[in-house]
């Protein structure tokens, strides 16, 4: 019992700790901000593929940072 109620602590105070500020401060360094507009676009044109900035593709690194922000903001 004394586990179940260490565990359930434990992410309870995960969860706050994650959630703190969530939302509150826009981006302030400039790949914050292209990834930021990277996102939005994809989920604005519903073009989930291939990430791009301006109808240009962003191929540099691997989109599974945009699609799963993607997916998050989608919701």
Do not use: C
């Amino acid at each position: 019992m004394k586990l179940r109620a260490a565990a359930a602590l434990f992410f309870l105070a995960l969860a706050l700790a994650l959630a703190f500020r969530l939302g509150m401060a826009p981006p302030r360094h400039r790949s914050e901000k292209r990834s930021d507009a990277i996102v939005r676009e994809m989920v604005a044109s519903g073009r989930w593929f291939i990430p791009t900035l301006g109808g240009v593709a962003r191929l540099q690194k691997p989109p599974l940072y945009y699609w799963a922000a993607a997916a998050a903001a989608a919701q």
